[in-house]
C-alpha cells in the first residue's frame, strides 16, 4: 500500500484524509482528529497532499512541509470537481 497522493478535507475538530495510490485507486480512507494529524502523517513516507486554502491551511501546509511532505493549496471554486455525493 503506497500511498502516493492525499486529500484532507480540514474541517473545525475531524478531519478527512483520502490517499490513493500510483494508479489512482483509493487506498486509505480516515477520520483523523485534530491532535492525531502530525502522528499520523510523521509515520507516512513523503507524498503530494492536497487541501482546500482556508485560515487552517496554510498552518497546517507549513507542518506538514516540514515532514516532508510536498502540499498544494487549491481555491475553494476549484476544489467542487473533487466532491463526489
Not at 51 to 65: D, I, K, V, Y
Amino acid at each position: 500500500m503506497k500511498i502516493t497522493t492525499m486529500g484532507i478535507d480540514l474541517v473545525k475538530t475531524v478531519f478527512a484524509v483520502h490517499g490513493v495510490n500510483a494508479h489512482g485507486k483509493a487506498v486509505l480512507k480516515k477520520q483523523l482528529e485534530r491532535h492525531q494529524m502530525l502522528t499520523f502523517f510523521g509515520n507516512l513516507p513523503p507524498c503530494l497532499i492536497g487541501m482546500e486554502a482556508c485560515g487552517s491551511a496554510h498552518h497546517w501546509a507549513r507542518q506538514l512541509t516540514a515532514l516532508g511532505h510536498t502540499v498544494k493549496l487549491m481555491a475553494s471554486q476549484f476544489r467542487r470537481p473533487y466532491v463526489r455525493t
